[in-house]
């Protein structure tokens, strides 16, 4: 693990979870075994033992694979993730985000975040790229996306199957370029 990320926002704190983080583990694991939490991520719901998850978690190197939880500030409660895979050849990541507790969403917890957040990969973390994959018809998602500087790079017919019914998804792919981050930057400061 490299140098551990920690940003402070007024109700959060975001930093990359590790195994010894039991009340969060705990947490994710209910989240993993939950189908429809696991829904939009197009993964399947398990039942996972506690120490199969810190395992999970230890797998999160902090260089090329990053697991970041974002937590209650007053009562470390985690509330959500973001999960990116860096591919260093080309400075390109791929972003997954939960917000696990569905009383929590569209409470602004993603926009509170991201500043820190895309400071941090297009800074520190060398990335030039994001991509993120959006199950098509999950507005939400795409929504937040758009409003976070997103551009929409594609529509991929029957790219996932769905892993309850068994039917093929088509996927929207989003990315968000380095190059355009301090324009979405001036626009989220901005209130837009
Ligand atoms: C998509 C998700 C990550 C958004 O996070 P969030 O913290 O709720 O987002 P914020 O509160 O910061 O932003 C709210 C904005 O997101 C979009 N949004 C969030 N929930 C929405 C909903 N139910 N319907 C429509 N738009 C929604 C809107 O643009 C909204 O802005 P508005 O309230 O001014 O209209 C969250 O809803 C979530 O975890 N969903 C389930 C998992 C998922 O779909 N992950 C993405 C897979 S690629």
Redesign the pocket.
């Known amino acids: 693990m490299h140098e551990m990320l920690q940003i402070e926002t007024a109700r959060f704190v975001q930093r990359h979870l590790k195994p010894s983080d039991t009340k969060a583990i705990e947490t994710l694991r209910s989240w993993l075994a939950d189908p429809i939490r696991m829904a939009?991520?197009n993964l399947p719901a398990r039942e996972l033992d506690h120490d199969v998850v810190a395992r999970y978690v230890a797998g999160f190197d902090g260089r090329d694979r990053h697991l970041v939880g974002i937590l209650g500030k007053d009562d470390s409660m985690l509330l959500?993730y973001r999960l990116l895979e860096i591919n260093r050849l080309h400075a390109r990541a791929t972003l997954?985000?939960?917000?696990g507790d569905p009383v929590?969403?569209?409470?602004?917890?993603?926009?509170e975040t991201m500043i820190g957040f895309y400071d941090w990969l297009f800074g520190e973390a060398g990335v030039n790229k994001i991509v993120?994959?959006?199950v098509a018809g999950?507005?939400?998602?795409l929504?937040?996306a758009l409003?976070s500087g997103f551009v929409v790079e594609a529509h991929l017919k029957q790219e996932l199957r769905d892993q309850n019914t068994g039917r093929f998804l088509d996927v929207v792919r989003v990315a968000l370029l380095k190059d355009d981050w301090m324009n979405s930057r001036q626009n989220t400061l901005a209130g837009y």
């Open positions: 939009p991520l959500g997954h985000v939960l917000i929590m969403r569209r409470t602004g917890v993603l926009a993120g994959d959006i999950n507005e939400p998602a929504d937040r409003k």
